[in-house]
């Protein structure tokens, strides 16, 4: 393996990493306004509490490293999704200025436009790296400087739209268990009714997008012709998915979290073998961007590489110690917000 | 100049990074403060210590998690707005970038969880602990960011390749880029600059308290500890900033004739301007009071030696002149007052009346703001010094831009940003009252600690003997 492909796997790591962290908060923010009263939105929150700020970092760091390691597709990535890429960063502010901010008065006016910003903010979070996702497995246009020659509304096809209620179905069933797993009495009961309702949402978008993704864009199981072993991925997520419901069920959430991490850890794993060895296909007769012409130069691949060996046990501990002090249920003191 | 793609994304670059920087200085500087606090009560064991830690803390943590969110979009506008820059720099500047991340900002917001949230959660050492490690991060996180952006001033240890049909910066030797010429003064520059902010920003509100007669106990301790730091921070700063300046007069020649404003290179030493308006029309400086010869000594230790002035600098690129000059001496001259009003502080305390003046008291509340100026002020010159080039000699900011980018979604993002700026600062402003009407706990009703879970946790895996835990510390388990 070279070091271009080390650094794509390095990449899928982050990635994999941030979908599964953030993706509980983020399906948190969308769950949110479904809570009936201050108390029990408090313990939604703060649920989340400790632990949102610290799984952002995961989406840093990708960026870094992406720039980093392929900053021809990093250039190319967020100039041609230009407009998304703003929104996105215009809601993870507005998202944390709602966590922020909304315990911090106690009037009702106050507390729900703040519930409600944290709900939208998080649905369009995720929504945007669903389209997101969509545009970089369908491609996009590029010119044969890598630039892309596409429009904004080229950006919001059917595929990559249907891509981010999926991403958004995805978040909210993953939320859900990890509220579950988090709160207590009626609340808890009520979020068990919940994991239901949005599994069998995840479920039917999966089929659709599934369905779309093996009709529109052939390139995306190109690979498994190539390395048929990919195909254990396959099962191992459909039987992770058929865990949830399984365990949920069983009265075991524990085990139905570990299964929604491991559905998310697949699904990540999917797309970079749609993509792989490209970064950004191009739909257009120009050459798409790939592991090699688009990154960075081998000494300093090798060096990132042996930054990120340093770097990652570290990395792991703290989020390890930092879980671990905040496990349990969620109870609201006089540091919550 | 009209409203082009380039001038648009440098207003932006220039909304997003002077907010941004509003909240990570204010971090590392009360960081400095909260390690110090709590390091104070861990050694006495007086709770009024960690009274004062629990308090900024609160502080802290809404400063923190803002300056996170906004720091989130500097990471992707490099390559939503200067595409073409990114091409060119992404193995040097990405680098630094990545290495931030993974070395500096998982630590610090891991256990920013555990400062802000863990009180009742972890014992005492373990609290402290998590405090070092998060300050910790926050000044990793300058060194990468400053090495970063010093290389666009002074590039080294690069080599320019032709790759995809245009050329590109790579980096030859990774130490040489982090040690570059500027990084290192840079560094203790922005370091000493935030530490002044803390210690200021501590000794504003304990000076609230003074005046208002409320937490006087804590806030007069609060207050030495601010006022001991803000004054070692601005006597140190004038040896960085003279430092800085000398090495600006071998690397960047071209803005410290801007910065000065110092247009005709002469023959004879050259002054050192203390306040003015340079005009570029006429080559002259309105207004200046001048001292004479005072620039060639402070860069040539001598009153003779001439200093290149902006007629040595080809047209095309000379950088701007009135903004780098106004700013460079607001950051100068706020410097200069912060040496003499925490030096007449210390002297006022050895009097012993430093808190019965209240005109000195309403003086430190009101300074607070000076830092942030003198902050911003100083990125500013040193930023549009560098102009008209990105990365000093190699990319012109004109041609960094993203090519595929349009003008009115830039018109767009700068609207969101505005509005979502502008309802973040008021908000961060209201909050901040508030937390400080409400001030510090009493230190008699803090709550008994919780135990040293990690301890705790080796014990329990044998690792040290379980005699050594008390009853209360086995508390602990309950919880699971």
Same mark, same amino acid.
């Given at each position: 393996?070279?070091?271009?492909?080390?650094?794509?796997?390095?990449?899928?790591?982050?990635?994999t990493?941030?979908?599964?962290?953030?993706?509980?908060?983020?399906?948190?923010?969308?769950?949110?306004?479904?809570?009936?009263?201050?108390q029990?939105?408090?313990?939604?929150?703060?649920?989340?509490?400790?632990?949102w700020?610290?799984?952002?970092?995961?989406?840093?760091?990708?960026?870094?490293?992406?720039?980093?390691? $392929?900053?021809? @597709?990093?250039?190319?990535?967020?100039?041609?999704?230009?407009?998304?890429?703003?929104?996105?960063?215009?809601?993870?502010?507005g998202?944390?200025?709602?966590?922020?901010?909304?315990?911090?008065?106690?009037?009702? @006016?106050?507390?729900?436009?703040?519930?409600?910003?944290?709900?939208?903010?998080?649905?369009?979070?995720v929504?945007?790296?669903?389209?997101a996702?969509?545009?970089?497995?369908?491609?996009?246009?590029?010119d044969?400087?890598?630039?892309?020659?596409?429009s904004?509304?080229?950006?919001l096809?059917?595929?990559?739209?249907?891509?981010?209620f999926f991403?958004?179905?995805?978040?909210a069933?993953?939320?859900?268990?990890?509220?579950?797993?988090?709160?207590?009495?009626?609340?808890?009961?009520?979020?068990h009714?919940?994991?239901w309702?949005?599994?069998?949402?995840?479920?039917?978008?999966?089929?659709?997008?599934?369905?779309?993704?093996?009709?529109?864009v052939?390139?995306?199981v190109?690979?498994?012709?190539?390395w048929?072993?990919?195909?254990i991925?396959?099962?191992?997520?459909?039987?992770?998915?058929a865990?949830?419901?399984? @365990?949920?069920?069983?009265?075991?959430?524990?085990y139905?979290?570990?299964?929604?991490?491991?559905?998310?850890?697949?699904?990540? $794993?999917?797309f970079?073998?749609?993509? $792989?060895?490209?970064?950004?296909?191009?739909?257009?007769?120009?050459?798409?961007?790939?592991?090699?012409?688009?990154?960075?130069?081998?000494?300093?691949?090798?060096?990132m590489?042996?930054?990120?060996?340093?770097?990652?046990?570290?990395?792991?501990?703290?989020?390890?110690?930092?879980?671990?002090?905040?496990?349990?249920?969620?109870?609201?003191?006089? $540091?919550?917000? | 100049m009209?409203?082009?793609?380039?001038?648009?994304?440098?207003?932006?670059?220039?909304l997003?990074?002077?907010?941004?920087?509003?909240?990570?200085p204010?971090s590392?500087?009360?960081?400095?403060?909260?390690?110090?606090?709590?390091?104070l009560?861990?050694?006495? &064991?007086?709770r009024?210590?960690?009274?004062?830690?629990?308090?900024?803390?609160?502080?802290?943590?809404?400063?923190?998690?803002?300056?996170?969110?906004?720091?989130?979009?500097?990471?992707?506008e490099f390559?939503?707005?200067w595409?073409?820059?990114?091409?060119?720099?992404?193995d040097?500047? !990405?680098?630094?970038?990545?290495?931030?991340?993974i070395?500096?900002?998982?630590?610090?917001s891991?256990?920013?969880?555990?400062?802000v949230? !863990?009180?009742?959660?972890?014992?005492?050492?373990?609290?402290?602990?998590?405090?070092?490690?998060?300050?910790?991060?926050?000044?990793?996180?300058?060194?990468?960011?400053?090495?970063?952006?010093?290389?666009?001033h002074?590039?080294?240890?690069?080599?320019?390749?032709? #790759?995809?049909?245009?050329?590109?910066?790579?980096?030859?030797?990774?130490?040489?880029?982090?040690?570059?010429?500027?990084?290192?003064?840079?560094?203790?520059?922005?370091?000493?600059?935030?530490?002044?902010?803390?210690?200021?920003?501590?000794?504003s509100?304990?000076?609230?308290?003074?005046?208002?007669?409320?937490?006087?106990?804590?806030?007069?301790?609060?207050?030495?500890?601010?006022l001991?730091?803000?004054?070692l921070?601005?006597?140190?700063?004038?040896?960085?900033?003279?430092?800085?300046?000398?090495?600006?007069?071998?690397?960047?020649?071209?803005?410290?004739?801007?910065?000065e404003?110092?247009?005709?290179?002469?023959? !004879?030493?050259?002054?050192?301007?203390?306040?003015?308006?340079?005009?570029?029309a006429?080559?002259?400086?309105?207004?200046?009071?001048?001292?004479?010869?005072?620039?060639s000594?402070?860069v040539?230790d001598?009153?003779?030696?001439?200093?290149?002035?902006?007629?040595?600098?080809?047209d095309? #690129?000379?950088?701007?002149?009135?903004?780098?000059?106004?700013?460079y001496?607001?950051?100068?001259?706020?410097?200069?007052?912060?040496?003499?009003?925490?030096?007449?502080?210390?002297?006022?305390?050895?009097?012993?009346?430093?808190?019965?003046?209240?005109?000195?008291?309403w003086?430190?509340?009101?300074?607070?703001?000076?830092?942030?100026?003198?902050?911003?002020?100083?990125?500013?010159?040193?930023?549009?010094?560098?102009?008209?080039?990105?990365?000093?000699?190699?990319l012109?900011?004109?041609?960094?831009?993203?090519?595929?980018?349009p003008?009115?979604?830039?018109?767009?993002?700068?609207?969101?940003?505005?509005?979502?700026?502008?309802?973040?600062?008021?908000?961060?402003?209201?909050?901040?009252?508030?937390k400080? &009407?409400?001030?510090?706990e009493?230190?008699?009703?803090?709550?008994?600690?919780?135990?040293?879970?990690?301890?705790?946790?080796a014990?329990r895996?044998?690792l040290?003997?379980?005699?050594?835990?008390?009853?209360?510390?086995?508390?602990?388990?309950?919880?699971?």
């Amino acid at each position: 393996m070279d070091f271009a492909t080390l650094w794509f796997v390095i990449l899928g790591f982050l990635l994999t990493g941030y979908a599964i962290l953030d993706g509980f908060d983020l399906g948190v923010g969308i769950l949110h306004l479904f809570v009936k009263g201050d108390q029990d939105r408090r313990l939604t929150l703060n649920s989340i509490g400790p632990l949102w700020d610290g799984n952002e970092v995961w989406l840093v760091t990708f960026g870094g490293a992406l720039f980093a390691a $392929f900053p021809e @597709a990093y250039a190319t990535a967020m100039s041609a999704l230009y407009f998304p890429v703003i929104v996105l960063l215009f809601s993870l502010i507005g998202r944390a200025i709602s966590i922020e901010f909304r315990s911090k008065r106690p009037s009702a @006016a106050w507390r729900g436009w703040w519930d409600f910003s944290f709900f939208l903010s998080s649905a369009t979070v995720v929504f945007v790296f669903g389209v997101a996702a969509g545009n970089m497995m369908y491609g996009i246009p590029l010119d044969a400087g890598f630039e892309h020659t596409g429009s904004l509304l080229g950006l919001l096809d059917p595929y990559s739209i249907a891509v981010g209620f999926f991403a958004i179905s995805v978040c909210a069933m993953h939320g859900s268990i990890f509220l579950y797993l988090k709160t207590e009495g009626a609340l808890q009961a009520q979020v068990h009714r919940w994991m239901w309702r949005t599994f069998f949402a995840f479920l039917a978008m999966y089929a659709v997008v599934t369905a779309l993704t093996l009709a529109t864009v052939p390139h995306a199981v190109r690979n498994f012709a190539e390395w048929p072993a990919a195909w254990i991925v396959v099962v191992l997520n459909v039987l992770a998915i058929a865990n949830i419901p399984r @365990a949920i069920h069983q009265g075991r959430p524990g085990y139905a979290f570990v299964s929604s991490c491991c559905t998310i850890a697949a699904l990540v $794993f999917l797309f970079g073998m749609a993509l $792989f060895p490209n970064l950004v296909v191009s739909s257009s007769a120009h050459p798409s961007l790939t592991i090699h012409n688009a990154a960075s130069s081998e000494p300093t691949l090798k060096l990132m590489a042996l930054i990120a060996a340093v770097g990652i046990p570290f990395v792991a501990t703290y989020t390890g110690i930092v879980y671990w002090v905040f496990r349990g249920k969620v109870k609201l003191g006089k $540091f919550s917000y | 100049m009209d409203l082009d793609v380039v001038l648009l994304s440098r207003l932006q670059f220039a909304l997003t990074i002077m907010v941004h920087y509003l909240f990570p200085p204010l971090s590392i500087g009360l960081g400095a403060q909260l390690v110090i606090t709590e390091g104070l009560y861990l050694r006495t &064991k007086d709770r009024r210590w960690e009274a004062l830690a629990r308090f900024w803390t609160k502080l802290f943590a809404v400063n923190f998690a803002v300056g996170v969110a906004t720091g989130i979009v500097m990471e992707f506008e490099f390559g939503t707005n200067w595409a073409t820059y990114s091409r060119f720099v992404g193995d040097v500047f !990405g680098s630094a970038l990545a290495s931030e991340g993974i070395f500096a900002f998982f630590l610090e917001s891991g256990f920013l969880a555990v400062l802000v949230f !863990g009180w009742d959660r972890v014992g005492p050492k373990m609290h402290f602990f998590s405090t070092l490690m998060v300050f910790t991060g926050s000044v990793f996180s300058s060194v990468w960011i400053v090495i970063a952006n010093s290389w666009m001033h002074t590039p080294a240890g690069y080599h320019l390749v032709e #790759e995809n049909g245009r050329m590109r910066a790579e980096i030859t030797d990774f130490w040489a880029m982090c040690f570059n010429p500027s990084s290192m003064h840079r560094l203790g520059h922005v370091l000493l600059g935030a530490f002044i902010l803390g210690a200021f920003f501590t000794m504003s509100i304990s000076a609230w308290y003074v005046l208002k007669k409320r937490h006087e106990d804590l806030a007069t301790r609060s207050f030495k500890v601010g006022l001991v730091m803000a004054a070692l921070s601005s006597v140190a700063m004038l040896v960085s900033g003279h430092g800085q300046a000398r090495a600006l007069a071998a690397n960047q020649p071209a803005k410290l004739a801007a910065l000065e404003g110092h247009f005709h290179t002469g023959e !004879g030493p050259t002054d050192l301007y203390i306040m003015g308006w340079p005009d570029r029309a006429t080559e002259t400086v309105h207004f200046g009071i001048a001292l004479p010869g005072m620039l060639s000594f402070l860069v040539h230790d001598d009153f003779e030696t001439p200093i290149p002035g902006l007629d040595q600098v080809p047209d095309d #690129e000379e950088p701007p002149v009135l903004l780098p000059f106004l700013t460079y001496h607001v950051m100068v001259g706020c410097g200069m007052y912060f040496i003499g009003l925490t030096l007449f502080g210390l002297f006022m305390w050895w009097r012993g009346k430093l808190f019965t003046s209240r005109w000195l008291m309403w003086i430190f509340v009101g300074s607070v703001l000076l830092p942030y100026v003198a902050n911003q002020a100083g990125w500013v010159a040193t930023e549009v010094g560098r102009q008209p080039w990105i990365v000093y000699g190699l990319l012109r900011t004109a041609d960094a831009v993203s090519r595929s980018v349009p003008t009115d979604q830039v018109l767009g993002s700068i609207a969101l940003f505005s509005f979502i700026y502008l309802a973040l600062v008021v908000l961060w402003v209201v909050v901040l009252n508030e937390k400080i &009407k409400h001030g510090p706990e009493d230190p008699a009703t803090l709550g008994p600690h919780a135990a040293e879970p990690f301890r705790d946790a080796a014990a329990r895996l044998s690792l040290v003997s379980p005699h050594r835990l008390t009853g209360d510390d086995a508390s602990d388990e309950e919880e699971e």
